[in-house]
């Protein structure tokens, strides 16, 4: 979209990421995300995690709920084992800036760059006229969420792979119109492992949704041990016994979720998924990853719980990581500031 090369940019390593503050979290959240978040923050690299509650109001969110949704997935991050003293856990809209860069990105950004964006026109449907301005420009937004703490290191799912080129060309377009090459970084797509898509239980083709009317489609992350293995019981599958190779999952997605799910929980792959399991059917299979589901899960489950029945405790660990965040982010939405032109006292 650009043509010019930007210099290096030499600023530290960080890396950031964000869930939605709308709706239960489930199963492909923890191994799509959560269990992601706490392997990266293990590795030393500053990780900055926000709950996107200015991302969930494009759609109506009634206010109370949202409040409470925010706490929730505070408590996902802190019961999957974000630690706060290594992580930084904090509301989005704790932090002005967000909003301050957004604008400034949306006179960067060009509306042929958004038109492009497929999620909004999956999102808004055939009724587009409808949907808010927020849901067509949060694209912009979630770059400013990146580049406010010059992010270099994003863990996305492959259906937010677009958005994160937007951010790459809008920072670089930032860094070329105002001359100041490498302000702002190229962060990079973090993806990994078998778990960072999971599909949902009902239908192998669609990816595991909060919005999903079926609950029996996903797994929640407060569903008891027996509602695990109900879900688990009752997930879609085929008639013929799991393959020997990966290659023999092909056409077959309700078999390719469920040993994809099982090779994240093990923290193995799936070939060894399919050395232990293949030529068993799924009356065999489905009893193993129903015992493997609860075991890994309880823990993350009993904790959230805890957690969500002390609202204090969480509001001070989001305290306190909004303080971090404005502390990192207030430098760079005044330099951009001054980088722009805007007067300042």
């Known amino acids: 979209m650009t043509d010019q090369i930007p210099a ?28 992601r978040f706490v392997e990266m923050q293990d590795q030393g690299e500053p990780c900055f995690l926000f709950v996107a509650d ?67 026109k999956e999102k808004s449907g055939k009724h587009k006229e409808r ?4 849901l067509y420009t949060y694209p912009v937004l979630q770059a400013a969420d990146i580049l406010l703490y010059k992010a270099t290191g994003v863990p996305v799912g492959e259906d937010q792979k677009q958005h994160l080129e ?11 119109d105002y001359g100041v090459p490498g302000f702002f970084p190229q962060p990079e797509p973090l993806i990994q492992g078998p778990g960072t898509r999971v599909m949902s239980l009902r239908d192998g083709s669609a990816k595991m949704s909060k919005s999903d009317p079926s609950d029996l489609s996903r797994i929640n ?8 293995a109900t879900k688990i019981k009752k997930a879609k599958s ?20 469920l040993v994809a799910i099982y090779a994240a929980l093990a923290d193995t792959t799936r070939e060894a998924v399919l050395a232990e399991f293949g030529g068993q059917g799924f009356g065999a299979f489905k009893p193993r990853l129903s015992e493997l589901a609860v075991e890994s899960m309880a823990p993350v489950t009993a904790e959230m719980r805890r957690l969500m029945a ?22 760079v939405i005044e330099e951009v500031k001054k980088i722009v032109g805007f007067w300042q006292a």
């Not at 109506?60 to 856990?89: F, N």
């Not at 951010?167 to 670089?172: K, V």
């Not at 992350?221 to 695990?228: E, S, V």
């Not at 085929?238 to 979720?257: F, W, Y």
């Open 8 to 35: 290096q940019y030499t600023g530290p390593r960080r890396i950031l990421s964000g869930i939605q503050a709308s709706g239960a979290l489930h199963l492909g959240n923890y191994l799509g995300a959560l269990k």
């Open 54 to 120: 200015m991302h969930a109001i494009t759609v109506w969110q009634d206010p109370d709920k949202l409040t409470a949704q925010t706490r929730e997935i505070a408590a996902a991050y802190l019961a999957a084992g974000l630690d706060p003293s290594k992580s930084v856990i904090f509301p989005q809209s704790a932090v002005p800036a967000h909003a301050e860069l957004a604008w400034i990105f949306n006179c960067v950004a060009r509306l042929g760059w958004l038109d492009r964006m497929t999620q909004f």
């Open 131 to 134: 949907s808010s301005v927020g």
């Open 166 to 176: 937007l951010t790459r060309d809008i920072a670089q377009k930032f860094n070329n």
């Open 221 to 228: 992350l407060t569903d008891d041990a027996d509602m695990i």
């Open 238 to 257: 085929d008639m013929d016994a799991l393959p020997e190779t990966v290659e023999g999952l092909e056409g077959r997605p309700e078999a390719k979720n």
């Open 310 to 331: 002390d609202p204090a405790e969480i509001d001070k660990v989001l305290a306190r990581g909004a303080d971090q965040a404005r502390e990192v982010a207030q430098p």
